[in-house]
Nanobody
Framework: VQLVESGGGLVQPGGSLRLSCVGS????????IGWVRQAPGKEREGLGC????????RYRNSVKGRFTISRDNQKNTVYLQMNSLKPEDTAVYYC???????????????????WGKGTLVTVSS
């Protein structure tokens, strides 16, 4: 199964955006999915992860309360809802998986094995 992100674009500071990650060529319902971003000139930063059932979600401290990960396995889609966006949230956003049902340890989401191609989010006035 391949991961395909969508939903990126230009948004003003304080605005919201919802990204989607769809499984192409297979189903995602067996896999935990993480979200990772990479800003220009910076290292990849793991944002959070959701278990295959959706029962468990974990977040990087810096995005807790602003970002929410959810999933609809009927639609084969995982979402990243981003609110109160800031210019420093500008980055390419990726979904990723290790193709197992559980999330990796906190702080290691950026090291997941399988990635989509990403979608660009630009926060600017």
């Amino acid at each position: 199964v391949q991961l395909v992100e969508s939903g990126g674009g230009l948004v003003q500071p304080g605005g919201s955006l919802r990204l989607s990650c769809v499984g192409s060529g297979g189903t995602l319902d067996r896999y935990a999915i993480g979200w990772v971003r990479q800003a220009p000139g910076k290292e990849r930063e793991g944002l959070g992860c959701i278990s295959n059932s959706g029962d468990t979600t974990r977040y990087r401290n810096s995005v807790k309360g602003r970002f929410t990960i959810s999933r609809d396995n009927q639609k084969n889609t995982v979402y990243l809802q981003m609110n109160s966006l800031k210019p420093e949230d500008t980055a390419v956003y990726y979904c990723a998986t290790d193709r197992i049902s559980t999330c990796p340890p906190d702080g290691t989401y950026a090291g997941m094995d399988y990635w989509g191609k990403g979608t660009l989010v630009t926060v600017s006035s």
